[in-house]
């Protein structure tokens, strides 16, 4: 077993002492023992107990796709390995169909992967499920048309930075960066470099300027805020926060809201809670029937269906005025039952229906990777992502009870 492998694995046993206590953390720990030796039986037995508890914990999910994700990496590694050879008609190798045969096994398990992940996103408050989502489905790679050239200067300048030879990296940074001036990563890392040798300022600027070159992806985000709360910035890293949360509003930057919002005596409370289902989808071939206030969410994609884009787009018709599918059947479920005795969540869902915030209730606080589709196109206008900021400060971050 490799370090990395051992560290992920000890990793397992201080979220088993973090997240959970008791039998639960007795039940994950014995199936990390297994995982030790036999990747399929450890997450075999990891799964038995998660499918006996009535609410499997933050930490069995945690755990779950930490296993999966090495037993994913570990298949692509040999996968990536194997040599097969195909004979075709005319007795000549068809080198095409074998590689399509071992990709259809990657995308196979990639798929699996992914599934878990969503899983444990829709059915807990997985941190690193969210992570992978967003890095397999959401992040894009800007730097795909590099010049030979330019990726010299930017891996003679990564291999400097390993050795710790910080002024040296930044200068191969800046001439990967003169080489191919839209070189988003050479921009991140001459960040880096000035954030490691202790110059604050010159780093946030480079991060700034990487963010303006990728408005879409957070990494540069997560840096800025970062190095703002570092240097005692709050105000500035809340109103970075509130803005990253309008571009992706995963688990990550509510994590970072939170630190940010402990020094005001403050916390967020987004109002999320996991279902046991995943979101009408019309992607889907099937879904589950669902009972309660939930058949009538379920029923609802019946009524747009014909109006629907695969996304769940809704276009011009005399149904309904809302745009999307998942905000269409919250609203259709919560008017059909209204009068009914509700949840906590869904009284709290009913109440943003009444005033105005369904949308960003469903985009900000009951997220999922499902509806990212919808999501974007709601935050692609400016007057949404204000809104979806007004919402987050005027309803989710509240006083802390101390």
């Known amino acids: 077993m490799n370090i990395f492998t051992s560290f992920i694995i000890s990793s397992f046993l201080v979220l088993c002492q973090m997240f959970s206590f ?13 995982f030790y030796k036999d990747y399929d039986k450890g997450i075999a037995k990891l799964r038995k107990y998660m499918d006996k508890a009535d609410y499997p914990s933050l930490a069995a999910y ?35 169909l074998a590689n399509a045969f071992i990709e259809g096994f990657k995308s196979v398990k990639l798929e699996h992967f992914i599934d878990v992940c969503r899983e ?33 200067y930017f891996n003679k300048g990564e291999k400097k930075f390993v050795n710790k030879k910080y002024d040296e990296a930044e200068d191969y940074y800046r001439k990967a960066l003169e080489t ?14 000035f954030w490691i040798r202790k110059q604050p300022d010159s780093a946030i600027y480079y991060y700034e300027l990487a963010r303006e070159m990728q408005p879409g992806l957070m990494e540069p985000r997560k840096y800025i805020i ?23 509003p995963g688990f990550e930057m509510k994590i970072k809201m939170q630190d940010i919002l402990d ?10 809670f996991p279902r046991g289902f995943y979101p009408n989808n019309m992607k889907a071939k099937q879904q589950t029937d669902l009972v309660g206030p939930w058949a009538d969410y379920r ?84 007057e949404n992502r204000k809104k979806s900021m007004d919402y987050v400060e005027k309803y989710l971050i509240v006083k802390a009870d101390r």
């Open 263 to 272: 020094v005001e005596n403050k916390w967020l409370n987004d109002m999320r």
């Open 299 to 382: 029923s609802a994609m019946k009524d747009v269906r014909s109006f629907c884009n695969e996304d769940g787009i809704i276009g011009e018709n005399s149904i309904t005025k809302d745009q999307y599918l998942e905000v269409y059947s919250f609203r259709k479920m919560l008017d059909e039952n209204a009068d009914n005795d509700l949840s906590p969540g869904l009284r709290f869902a009913l109440k943003m229906k009444e005033e105005g915030y369904l949308e960003p209730y469903i985009f900000i606080s009951m997220f999922h990777i499902d509806i990212y589709p919808q999501f974007k196109h709601y935050m692609s206008f400016e």
């Open 180 to 193: 191919d001036p839209g070189f988003y990563k050479a921009t991140l890392y001459i960040g880096d470099s």
């Open 22 to 34: 008791g039998q639960s953390s007795k039940q994950i720990e014995k199936a990390t023992k297994v």
């Open 226 to 248: 970062d190095a703002l709360i570092d240097q005692g910035l709050f105000y500035r890293a809340k109103k970075e926060c509130l803005e990253a949360l309008c571009i992706y």
């Open 62 to 96: 945690e755990v779950l796709v930490k296993m999966e994700y090495m037993d994913y990496e570990q298949s692509m590694s040999i996968w990536d390995n194997v040599s097969i050879t195909v004979e075709g008609d005319d007795g000549t190798n068809n080198d095409s």
């Open 120 to 152: 444990s996103t829709i059915q807990s408050f997985s941190y690193t499920g969210d992570l992978y989502l967003r890095i397999l489905l959401v992040d894009i790679n800007p730097d795909s048309t590099i010049s030979e050239k330019g990726l010299e």
